[in-house]
């Protein structure tokens, strides 16, 4: 079986031309804005991401995630200061204000907005002081769960005396799929202590989950997210982001789908996870990554349908992120694409061996092009 050792290795040998891009052209002193729509308290409503130019993931540069490159956002050859990042949410607050008016904010950084690599712990507090006193009632960040540390969570809150919710990277509730196939470093036993921790602090939490996981067959992955996004809501996520996969470079997804060995997920497989989730639930589920955000790197593929039909469910799955209206769906569904029967008819592949002996393979494959050592162990290491 195989070592999550190994997926960090090839990660790390993925990553390498990353940081040999030219430097940064952009001002370290101007954050990046864009809006998501959402649905807040029943109203449509377009909400502010404020993302902070920051020093990169602690984690993007020792190994990181198969198929995210936030960090073409970040710093890679020079630091970011404090003064930097005060610069930044000052610069957004004379943009979005007034702030009192939003239904919440995003603000957060290139990896975690709790890890004090990205964000100083002072400059945290100095951030939190800021927005508080611009009038922000509501601000969400997100941050890997080993910084949510009790200081920092109690810290912050002594500060900011709105709301406060925190966006944690779940991706999927199986601990193989999330450490060994996406290379996320999470135990199930540590985002459950994490949760219990933002609990006893009265800070909600939502989780984000991925859609377009590689290896897996399109009803396993489908089937995945819905599980994840059920196992979130018991315990008490308010909130799930599914993230749809798409190609950004220097990232694993990427060097499988150049040697056609990966491409994104077919869009009406959203449309499914949405079908199978319970109304209960259902109606807190929001699809991501279905076109370029504003402010980003525009990605190099996206999930799609065919050509005929992949605006109409774009903006169908848009119109649901606004309204949370199954009745978008199941109008969708009604007179459907003739790519749909074709969708369907795909969904019927059945992997030849289990997963982890897959993914094994597949993972041995891409060391031997990369010239990345490896053993074979008699267990897989989560």
């Known amino acids: ?69 936030y960090e073409l956002l970040a710093a890679h050859t020079v630091s970011i200061t404090g003064s930097h990042l005060i610069s930044q949410i000052e610069a957004a607050i004379r943009k979005l204000e007034p702030l009192s008016v939003l239904p919440y904010m995003l603000v957060t950084s290139g990896g975690s907005f709790m890890d004090p690599h990205e964000v100083p712990d002072d400059v945290r507090l100095a951030i939190g002081e800021r927005l508080r006193d611009a ?27 709105g709301k406060l919710s925190v966006g944690i990277g779940l991706e999927s509730h199986n601990d193989f799929i999330r450490n060994v196939v996406l290379n996320k470093a999470l135990r199930t036993t540590q985002f459950e202590h994490t949760v219990q921790k933002l609990r006893k602090y009265g800070h909600s939490y939502y989780t984000y989950v991925l859609f377009g996981k590689p290896f897996l067959t399109p009803d396993e992955d489908i089937q995945d997210t819905v599980d994840t996004i059920l196992y979130a809501s018991r315990l008490g996520a308010h909130m799930a982001v599914v993230e749809v996969t798409n190609i950004q470079p220097y990232t694993l997804t990427h060097y499988l789908w150049e040697k056609h060995r990966y491409q994104p997920p077919n869009l009406w497989g959203a449309v499914e996870v949405l079908r199978r989730l319970p109304a209960h639930v259902v109606r807190s589920v929001s699809i991501k990554n279905i076109d370029a955000d504003t402010g980003e790197t525009r990605p190099l593929a996206v999930a799609t349908t ?77």
């Open 135 to 161: 009038g922000l009632q509501r601000v969400s960040f997100e941050s890997e769960p080993k910084f949510l540390t009790d200081q920092r969570l109690e810290a912050f809150r002594n500060v900011f005396s």
């Open 1 to 69: 079986m195989l070592s999550q050792k190994l997926t960090q290795q090839i990660m790390q040998r993925i990553h390498e031309p990353h940081f040999l891009r030219p430097k940064e052209t952009w001002n370290p002193r101007e954050p990046v804005i864009y809006y998501e729509g959402t649905n807040f308290d029943g109203r449509r409503c377009d909400v502010p991401l404020v993302i902070l130019r920051s020093n990169p993931c602690r984690w993007f540069v020792h190994s990181g995630c198969v198929m995210c490159n």
């Open 306 to 382: 065919c050509k005929n039909c992949a605006q109409n469910v774009v903006t169908t799955i848009e119109e649901w992120n606004y309204t949370r209206n199954i009745r978008v769906i199941e109008e969708l569904l009604r007179s459907p694409c003739s790519c749909y029967a074709e969708w369907r008819q795909s969904m019927r592949t059945i992997a030849a061996e289990p997963i982890e002996m897959r993914v094994t393979r597949q993972y041995q494959m891409v060391a031997e092009e990369l010239g990345v050592s490896y053993e074979e162990l008699d267990e897989a290491q989560v």
